[in-house]
Structures are given as structure tokens and as C-alpha cells.
């Protein structure tokens, strides 16, 4: 079992842990740093979704830097248990926690959200789907942030803000077209 830490915020190098499955690959910290430079040190009043949490790295540095809400969505049970136990030892009470399909979960969600996580398992190459999948479910001024094992096209009616690569993971961020940011 390793771990990660959390890189900001109230809970700042809190760890949490991550179990050792195939395919369980936590935001790195450095990549972690860059996305929350970009999008500013706090998330107060910000309603969030972790699409697919995994180890809860993103939605647990989310809540940590003042998210009002984060929903948290995984449908592995042991990571599930998991993210329920830094929940509480952290005394998250901003996180909601979820075991479900990410993708029939998002597709039956009615909630809007101004920031959405997506780091599916690359395995399963399930970025195509996700993406038109979250996009419903975007506030006014929101941003999608995703992960992948390769350079991602934004969708229709959205552009890539800002984005990177560190080693075989690329990473961008988000924005409609008609969303001015700063």
C-alpha cells in the first residue's frame, strides 16, 4: 500500500492512502500543484465532482481547499471503503461519497457542478464517453479538468484553457468558449 498527500489547504500534508490494484494511478503532487496554481489556492463556495475518485487525491485537495461540495464517484468497493475512512478521519463533511458506474451515474445526475474531475482508468478508454458525458452537468462557468494517456480534443464548444504532460500523462483544463477566464 503507498500513498499521497494532500498539497494545500486545511488538511495540507494529510496523507491518504492508496492501495496497491492494477490500474490505480493517484494525480501526481506536482501534477496536483500545477492544476490547483491554475485554478487559484481556494475552491470556497465551489461544488465539485470527482468523477472517478480512485484514491480521492483531487477530490480530497478540493474539500481541502474550501470546496462547499465535493461528490466523489467510484465504483470499486475497496476503494470506496477506502475513501469512507480518510473521510473520516479527515472529518470531511463537504464529501459525498458514491459506489457507482461513473458514466451511469453522471448520465442520471441532474446537479450542476463548477468543477468536474475526470481520470478514468486509462484501460479502459473510457474518455470519449466521459467527456459528453460531464458536460451536461457543467455551471455556468465551469471547468472540466482530465486526465489521459494521450492529448485529448477538447469538445465541441469548449478549449483546452491550459494544459501539460508529465511523463505518459497528459493533462488540460477546460473552458467553454464563452466562458471568460481570467
Request: net charge neutral; aromatic share 8%; proline share 7%.
Amino acid at each position: 500500500m503507498g500513498e499521497v498527500r494532500i498539497i494545500g489547504g486545511r488538511w495540507k500534508r494529510s496523507k491518504l492512502p492508496v492501495p496497491d490494484l492494477p490500474g490505480l494511478r493517484p494525480t501526481s503532487d506536482r501534477v496536483r500543484e500545477t492544476l490547483f496554481n491554475w485554478l487559484g489556492q481556494t475552491l470556497d463556495g465551489w461544488r465539485v465532482l470527482d468523477a472517478f475518485a480512485g484514491s480521492g487525491a483531487l477530490g480530497f485537495e478540493a474539500a481541502s481547499r474550501g470546496a462547499d461540495a465535493v461528490v466523489m464517484i467510484e465504483r470499486e468497493a475497496a476503494l470506496v471503503d477506502g475513501l469512507r475512512a480518510s473521510q473520516k478521519r479527515l472529518q470531511a463533511s463537504a464529501i459525498t461519497i458514491h459506489r457507482a458506474n461513473a458514466l451511469n451515474w453522471m448520465t442520471a445526475c441532474a446537479d450542476r457542478f463548477d468543477l468536474i474531475f475526470l481520470d478514468p482508468p486509462f484501460a479502459d478508454n473510457l474518455f470519449d464517453r466521459a467527456l459528453p458525458a460531464a458536460t451536461p452537468l457543467l455551471a455556468e462557468g465551469g471547468l472540466i479538468y482530465v486526465e489521459s494517456p494521450h492529448d485529448i480534443s477538447a469538445p465541441a464548444g469548449f478549449t483546452a484553457w491550459r494544459q501539460g504532460r508529465a511523463g505518459a500523462v497528459h493533462y488540460q483544463l477546460l473552458r467553454r468558449e464563452d466562458n471568460p477566464v481570467p
